[in-house]
């Protein structure tokens, strides 16, 4: 039962995290599951062994669109140990996605693109388990699809669903023609970004095992409960009857958040066959059945006057998607917000294609969005011969430029600034393609980012044990986020004890609901939950000395206060617990919440092959206040490094001809490598959102990406005077305006 | 992985009876590509004799002044050979530039000439490929094709060799020697090891059945400028988009020695020695390099996706020759 | 010497972190699925099987290598160390210790491939194995940042703690890689 709960109906004056004697939060904490990550003993999904394991492997579809007319078990079901070759009609032929507990499309028959899954081989190893799948005939009747969206881009029709409100489908003011008629400055151009994969280093896996009617499922999976909610609804189960385990998930980005077919895979066979199954996907299989970031193509329309006031913002978005399917990629979230300008239209349409399900990619909307309007700046800002930090200056708006509301806390103009102190803005190349060292054209290149901060309920369990030792429960994941250690530090704080004493248990469909690693929400809300509980656990020690919990401080294991000092385990009897919990309220509707940053770099390329390696980057970020720096930083790192790659080296090739994905593999799929990334300096802003929870914390996890590889795009132009308006930036888009050879 | 028998012969006398005894076996040695592959369903070797234990890994000095490297020298020890260092780094930088540290440590030498193409086609059993599965179409050809060849394809092949170190063994005129099931030796240009696809692309080489790579043997070291340069998306462990070995010799501001090899643009580590004659006895120059590439670009032909491999070798030569020679640009 | 037939199981001996193991193994098995599978050693991971990620690193008589790209039956002549010979959550090795410090992962996934390569890694430079970025390793000379990063780049982090990564090598390499 709950007992304690924080709504978000005003803002949250004072924060108990202010008063710690000797606060964690805020520091650099290293993380507290670390040592077991480094030594190997942190057990993830795959690697779990139960008694009589079986091992599946999943059949794909060799087909685009149409139907599976016949699958020829005869030969793999003939060889040594394999048991079945199950084709289930509850199967799920798309993968899940965030939110619901609807089950996704199912079915073993229709095909709807390349690489679907369509059964699964089992057999008693994984070795026999896959030559059995190779051996496995698979027929197909194969039907005309639309494989190629830009081809079909015609056919584009708005969403017919605006994801809980979350995703504005069209907005408009005022009268963009007439703005672009009278603007002193107007850039008009058209940008094409393709479909990436999440391509998480650990591979989705299940492990699936019934014990007395009741299914345990070990998985990775960034929110285990819509995994189970999903997964009951597809198996018929009330969800009572599932448990899903994820206490350690190797990066998720958002490609693991609703059911996979490994799952439902794994748990069918399992049930059919009486003893746990084991699914692990190939890598190839991650690449061709769990979801993508869907490619985009957006219009993008920028007015001024003369003094670089923004007089037109115009954004106007292609995506593609499944027929059915309701997400689509929201590229014009930021654009709402980011800039003043009277007239503004904001739009996106979907193209219906027979390609691999479009899912949330780490900063759905903003990541691709940014990336176009950030440099859509820059060329303004040389239309009006700006300095592209003045020009963002200059449009920063009062409140948001579209929505009667204020922004509960706003620092881009000083991420701005500071970045281009620390990053030495001043001394860049202002000519693009002047500045050469050697065989290398350098640039430099800014971009802002911004990312919404959302806000969902979420639940916690915390108990102070008898011994003193705090306990916190919940079925949150930490993905690599650093879930398990703010959340003790935040523990810590607040009930005064060492952080050492405060043990986190995550990723259990058993514990209190949480609401999941995703959209930058998960150390926002299970941390207010958290201080939800904490706060009742004072209150109630308090009451128990005999004290008012307003002159209570806790520190060390003991509680203090005037005239009082006891030891908390003489306060707890045999235990004390606590659910807490939180939900969004007035404050989500009546503010507009968002982190800000703003991203620096210098790019050099090479003036013979048009190679771009990035050499220097500063980000400067406010995302109210910083729970654990040191997690922070890593986590900022990250999301830029998702931007170099995004700008650089990253494209999902889907053929033209039948939607297959070409690049299924790290080889050819080209994530950054060491060699790729620099020394990244971040900076965060001190900053606290009193409207965002009793945290004063905003989302952290996404806004590295925002704008990152607008800031690079930016900077390569800078370098070479050539823009490439379709990314990647590989070298073969820059070759063409490269100086010539004998220069 | 299609089961498969195996053995591990001690030596090279027991390593080719053993393929002889189970017709269609294969030998297996770093594994690197071969068990990629076997996991794919692409190669399904029924019998596989692993090599591992063979006493080949001994790079030694030929009497006339060459090396003989044997087939079994991983390419990270041969890679950081000091005679290999000091006499033929086109070579050691060339293997430097390929795959990873991990990679290079199981690799071998004569694994590594005999790898095959990265096409994404060839990769994934569902897409037709003739080099796969003969007769059954190229998927390359009409479709994605950024990484194929643009020299010496045919129309029923556009895949590209993937090797970095082979393009510094073809410039470097190296030579495989082989023994054959029957006991005698064999020995092979590289030239002559590769084949074009032509109407036939499923054949990578002209290796008998059972032949078995002993060493690769280099000639005495070109006392002159080696340089290999990759191009690549990544900058570091990413297959070449182009490559150029180049070996160049400048006496009294004339070329007296020239030779070439391309990676990523051909079927097999491609050389052309027109456009090095071409080179000897000139001055160096922007022009005569430019003339070069217009030689070793003459039969190129892109398939579209691949176009800007064309400009891209280009350049790369002329910029490699302009260092090398240290000519102005 | 004579055949394995084919899906029968062999013995097969592996000597891992110091003890030997007796298996009966499909001559099919990787050193990774061995490793993962038949040990229960699930410190080496899978992330693509392919040797186009590195998180299944392992050294094999010290060199590293992609567990997944190599039979386990190939390597029962040798002695093979994973992430759980070098230490233990409550005992770290001092690299391990460096990359909690520095922050050197997120997930965790890739770790222990990052840990295991970049100790046979840092054993090449002291052999002075040269790189794509040159020939000047040696025993005498500290590695650099450059170096670590083209040395490191077969291990890829999607959550790219590269930076962090760099810092935890270079740190040891600097205070403490001295004679491990």
Known sequence: MMDASVKMDAPFEHSLLDESPMPTIGREIARIDGPRKVSGAARYAAEHFPEEVLHGVLLRAPVGCGRISLVDATAALAMPGVLAVIRDERMIRNAGDFGGDAAPVQGVEEVAYFGQPIGLVVADSLERARAASLCVRVSFESQPGVFDMMAARDSALPPTDDIFGLFLIHTEQGDVERAAGEAQALVDTVWETPSQNHAAMEPHASVAIWKEGRLTLHGSYQSPVVTRDQLATVMGLPPSQIRVLSPFVGGGFGGKLGVMPEAVAAAIAAQQLGRPVKVVMTRQQVFETTGRRPMTRQRIRLGANSDGRLTLVQHETITDQLEGEVFFEPAGLATHLLYAGENRVVDHKVVRTNKQLAVSMRAPGEAVGLLTLECAMDELAEALSLDPIELRLRNEPKSHPEMDMPFSSRALVDCLRQGAARFGWERRNTSPGQMRDGDWLVGHGVAAAARGNLFGPSRVRATIQGDGRVVVETEMTDIGTGTYTILAQIAADLLGVPLKQVEVRLGDTDDPRSAGSGGSWGATTSGSALYAACAELRARLAAAAGACVDAVTLTDGILTAPGISRPITELVGNGLSVEGATEPGESNRRFNQTSYGAHFCEVRVNAVTGEVRVSRWTSVFAAGRILNLQTAISQAIGGVVFGIGGALTEELVHDPRTGKIVNRDLGEYHVPAHADIPAIDIQFLEERDLVANPLHAKGVGELGVCGAGAAIANAVYNATGVRVRQFPITLDKLLPGLPAIAE | MIAFDYIRPADETAALQAATERPGARFIAGGTNLLDLMKLGIERPRHLVDIGALDLREVTETPGGGLRIGALVTNAALAAHPLVRQRYPVLSQAI?????????????????????????????????????????????????????????????????????????????????????????????????????????????????????????????????????????????????????AAVVSVEEERITEAALAFGGVGPMPWRNREAEALLVGQAPSAALFERCADVVLAEANGHGGNDFKVPLLRRTLVSCLTKLTGAEP | MSWIEADSGAAVTLSVNGTRHDLKLDARVTLLDALREHLQLTGTKKGCDHGQCGACTVLVDGRRINSCLSLAVMHQADEITTIEGLGTAHKLHPLQAAFVAKDGFQCGYCTSGQICSAIGMLGEWRKGWPSHLGDHAGAASAIDAAEIRERMSGNLCRCAAYPRIVEAIEHYAIHEGADT
């Open chain 2, 96 to 244: 430097l530039a390929g795959a990873s540290g991990q990679l290079r440590n199981k690799a071998t030498t004569a694994g590594n000439l005999l790898q095959r193409t990265r096409c994404y086609f060839f990769y994934d059993p569902a897409s037709p490929c003739n080099k796969r599965e003969p007769g059954a179409g190229c998927s390359a050809i009409g479709g994605f094709n950024r990484i194929m060849a643009i020299l010496g394809t045919s129309a029923h092949c556009i895949a590209s060799h993937p090797s970095d170190m082979a393009v510094a063994m073809r410039v470097l005129d190296a030579r495989v020697e082989t023994r054959l099931p029957d006991g005698q030796t064999g020995s092979h240009t590289l030239e002559a090891l590769y084949r074009l696809p032509g109407e036939t692309p499923h054949v990578d080489h002209r290796l008998a059945p059972g032949e078995l790579i002993t060493a690769v043997v280099l000639p005495p070291p070109p006392a002159r400028q080696q340089s290999y340069r990759k191009v690549r998306d990544r900058a570091s462990y990413a297959f070449a988009l182009v490559s150029v």
